[in-house]
């Protein structure tokens, strides 16, 4: 431990709630777990941690400071904020809604007719956003894919313009959403590390080696 004294990182964790309308939402399967357990990690190597947690039902690990979150929007600002006080390293595990309602009714929809339509609207890039901010801190994204995995990943590395990727295959049930564990390939320009199949716990770990070892 002792790797990240002194640094602040900032974690985002857990998916996006989007509403339709006062009872219904748009939602995806993270868990949180990845996100939590590095922050733990973060803590332990002796960083301070700000833990951007979107709604999910885990017990914020010691040492850590969380910021409760519902909407994609709502993380943004509160990415946003943190990048612009000052941080070392980004890191974002959450699964963001991609897109939201375009509107979001005031009272509950009614029932009516055969088939009703929901329109809706990109929601902004976080990780795209912090990347490209003046107080730019060492940025590092994950990304969660059904196929060609490396490939994608390689994608978001270079359009989000980051400086480390930790990618998941979500195609089955033992790792990435909602497992206890998880395996990563983790690409950054010019090199890459697998790191199998282990707890999240462990896997955390691993990874806040690494980037402790590569932004330094
Ligand atoms: O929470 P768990 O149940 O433990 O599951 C962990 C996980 C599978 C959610 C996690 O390991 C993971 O892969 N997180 C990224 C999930 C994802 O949806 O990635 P993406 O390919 O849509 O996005 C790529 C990157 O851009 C991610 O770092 C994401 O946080 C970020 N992003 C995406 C969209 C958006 N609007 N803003 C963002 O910052």
Redesign the pocket.
């Known amino acids: 431990y002792d790797l990240l004294t002194g640094k602040h990182l900032v974690i985002?964790?857990?998916?996006?709630r989007e509403p339709i309308d006062p009872v219904r939402y748009l939602t995806?399967?993270?868990?949180?777990?990845?996100?939590?357990?590095l922050a733990q990690a973060a803590a332990e190597a002796g960083a301070r941690v700000t833990l951007i947690a979107g709604p999910?039902a885990l017990d914020t690990p010691n040492r850590v400071n969380r910021i409760d979150v519902v909407r994609?929007e709502d993380?943004?600002e509160a990415?946003l904020k943190a990048v612009e006080e000052g941080c070392d390293i980004f890191?974002?595990?959450?699964?963001?809604?991609?897109y939201r309602p375009t509107v979001t009714a005031d009272h509950k929809i009614k029932k009516s007719t055969e088939e009703i339509h929901l329109t809706l609207v990109?929601?902004?890039?976080?990780?795209?956003?912090?990347a490209c901010h003046a107080k730019r801190p060492f940025t590092?994204?994950?990304?969660?894919?059904t196929q060609d995995v490396i490939e994608?990943?390689q994608g978001?590395l270079k359009s989000?313009k980051?400086d480390m990727?930790?990618?998941?295959d979500?195609s089955g049930t033992n790792?990435?959403?909602?497992?206890d564990n998880?395996a990563?390939t983790v690409i950054w320009p010019g090199g890459h590390k697998v790191l199998p199949l282990a707890s999240?716990a462990q896997i955390a770990k691993q990874l806040i080696e690494l980037i402790a070892i590569r932004q330094s």
């Not at 590092?140 to 894919?145: C, K, L, Q, Y």
């Not at 990727?165 to 998941?168: G, H, S, W």
């Open positions: 985002t964790a857990g998916p996006t995806n399967k993270s868990s949180g777990k990845m996100g939590f357990a999910v994609a993380m943004h990415s890191i974002a595990t959450a699964a963001v809604a991609d990109k929601n902004p890039d976080i990780i795209a956003a912090v590092v994204g994950f990304a969660a894919e994608y990943a978001k989000k980051l990727i930790a990618t998941n979500v790792v990435g959403f909602n497992s998880n990563l999240k």
